[in-house]
């Protein structure tokens, strides 16, 4: 059986702004990783990736921070 993943990932404002072009991590954003989630069904990951993407940031920042009464009023705004 396969299993297929939708993942939100986070970067740090100072590499991803390029504060330092020389450093390392520079070309190798430090991520990480604030939610995931396996689907047995490709149809579903697709699914639930495409309605991710089209939330605004804050909603996103609010989903990925558990932020579930902010992500509830964000959500009504919609």
Not at 22 to 43: I, K, N, W
Not at 57 to 71: E, I, Q, V, Y
Request: with cysteine; charged share 35%.
């Amino acid at each position: 059986m396969r299993v297929y993943y939708v993942y939100m990932l986070r970067c740090f404002d100072e590499h991803c702004n390029g504060v330092d072009r020389h450093c390392y991590r520079y070309t190798r954003r430090p991520l990480r990783l604030v939610y995931a989630e396996e689907f047995s069904q490709v149809v579903d990951a697709i699914a639930w990736e495409k309605r991710l993407k089209v939330w605004t940031h804050k909603k996103k920042r609010a989903f990925a921070d558990r932020d579930w009464p902010l992500l509830k009023r964000l959500s009504a705004d919609a």
